[in-house]
């Protein structure tokens, strides 16, 4: 990449640009004509500089920053712009309602992610250390068995949707064995999850959301085990319940939406684009280079981390008035044309994960999920393809998020292998029938090599099992960095 993300003049001494606060509501990313063609929005909102004005759903205003040095600005100067969204004064002032779409989604939560200071400090070193106590060996094991066991419903079929049917669930079977989460409230979780990024019935899904999670919490409570959801509980800093149900909100939120949306996109990517195609067909598999892609142009969360200016404020010739949204795009800032670079492969300096203080903690182990399961997907079946083209596809209408309504694909239909008979038992006795697979596939306990030892199991370990051979793909990365 040839521009420095730190290079050239801070954002306040940036060109003027046309004032915001004087072009009426601004420009809608609600609907589906956002939702279909994004990118030409962002380039239109670079008219009026590196910031623009937009409304986020009805009478939601707020100022979109497209300009990536800007971004940058905004992400690291936690002094001037904060996150805690009890400084929206829209809000505050009754202007936006309680029920309006999007303020699940911005009202503020006593979590990581929507404080400053010393509560994001406290809160941010119960969420990292607890997230360091995932075994990536573990976690990739447990993604490849669950994508198998997914993949098995369907690859008899010779088609499928790859959102609903793979995508979608992935990551809930992933989440619900990393927060020791039962089914039946991870499905209400998904329910809830799903319909705030949505914007549809919020309220409704914000309290199916705060009831599983407050049945979640008791539950492990009573019955702590080897998962994030009883190391928050154990760390030392001493979450309260209300606490407990913030962090595990920001976590679980951004561990099943955004997750799925990086790789149905990635997947779309590599069934589409003649870049990624074409190594398919030669037994390549270029999965982190479409990763790299994707979180550069089609971000999961293409618009989100909203701040709040402190004091008005200028920013970069835009005037920012205190207590006004400020919504970071990570799309627009990524194809800033002042980056004056298309290199995208194995370049990590796009804004996806976010920057500054409140940047991912848990990037790592989502791309690996990610890589994993598309991997995975890949090599069971290397001669998938859409269904119908790609320019046919349909993305869900929101401000916040990058999200398609569906993928359908054809491949050519693969039966699942069926166990062999065993042999007659020696002095003609019948041995005892094969247990049935189970629905989902059960998950390793041992998340970390690093357990405290009161929470090793005392029996004798097994060795680990050898990965099954796969068919090597020269030419193409394997797995995640």
């Known amino acids: 990449m040839t521009h420095r993300p730190d290079a050239g003049p801070p954002p306040s001494a940036m060109p003027s640009a046309v004032c915001p606060a004087h072009q009426g509501p ?13 990118h030409t929005v962002y380039e239109r909102l670079r008219e009026y500089g590196p910031a623009a004005p937009v409304e986020l759903a009805p009478r939601v205003r707020a100022t979109l920053v497209t300009d990536y040095r800007a971004a940058l600005h905004v992400l690291r100067t936690p002094e001037a712009f ?20 999007v303020v699940p989604m911005m009202a503020y939560r006593p979590n990581c992610l929507f404080s400053d200071g010393d509560d994001h400090r406290r809160y941010r070193q119960a969420v ?9 060996n573990a976690l990739r094991g447990y993604v490849e068995r669950s994508a198998d066991s997914l993949i098995d419903r369907f690859t008899a079929l010779g088609e499928a949707d790859l959102l609903g049917s793979y995508a979608k669930t992935l990551p809930l079977l992933v989440f619900q064995q990393l927060f020791g989460c039962p089914t039946e409230i991870g499905d209400r979780l998904v329910e809830g999850f799903s319909g705030i990024f949505d914007g549809v019935d919020a309220e409704r899904a914000d309290a199916l959301i705060t009831s599983s999670l407050q049945e979640l919490i008791a539950l492990k409570r009573e019955l702590p085990g080897a998962d994030m959801t009883s190391w928050l509980m154990a760390h030392p800093v001493q979450l309260s319940d209300e606490e407990m149900l913030h962090q595990l909100v920001v976590l679980i939120g951004a561990g099943t939406e955004p997750q799925q949306n990086l790789i149905a996109n990635a997947l779309r990517l590599l069934l589409s684009d003649d870049r990624f195609a074409g190594d398919l067909a030669g037994g390549s598999m ?3 280079d479409a990763l790299d892609e994707v979180l550069w142009l ?3 969360m293409a618009n989100y981390a909203v701040h709040y200016p402190t004091a ?21 800032a990524n194809t800033d044309p002042a980056l004056r670079s298309d290199r995208r492969t194995g370049n990590r300096a796009h804004l996806a994960w976010s920057a500054g203080p409140h940047h991912c903690p848990a990037k790592d182990p989502a791309r690996l999920i990610a890589a994993v399961a598309v991997e995975k997907l890949l090599d069971r079946l290397p001669d998938l393809e859409l269904a119908v083209p790609a320019e046919r596809l349909v ?14 694909v054809r491949f050519p239909p693969v039966p699942v292998p069926v166990p062999a008979p065993q042999p007659p038992h020696p002095g003609g006795a019948h041995p005892r029938p094969a247990a049935q697979p189970p629905a989902t596939t059960p998950g390793d306990r041992r998340w970390t090599a690093h357990l405290p030892r009161r929470h090793r199991s005392r029996r004798r370990r097994h060795p680990r099992r050898g990965r099954p051979h796969q068919r090597p793909r020269p030419g193409g990365p394997r797995g995640a960095p």
């Open 26 to 38: 601004g420009t809608p990313l609600y609907g589906p004509d956002f939702a279909a063609d994004p």
């Open 82 to 101: 904060v996150k805690d969204a009890r400084h929206w004064r829209a809000f505050t002032e009754g202007r936006v309602e309680a029920d309006n779409p």
């Open 128 to 136: 990292d250390d607890s997230l360091a106590r995932i075994d990536p």
């Open 286 to 288: 270029p999965v982190e």
């Open 298 to 300: 089609d971000p999961p």
């Open 312 to 332: 008005d404020l200028d920013l970069g010739g835009v005037p920012l008035r205190a207590g006004e949204p400020v919504v970071v795009s990570f799309a627009a």
């Open 395 to 408: 993305w869900r209408p929101g401000p916040f998020h990058r999200a398609l309504t569906a993928l359908p």
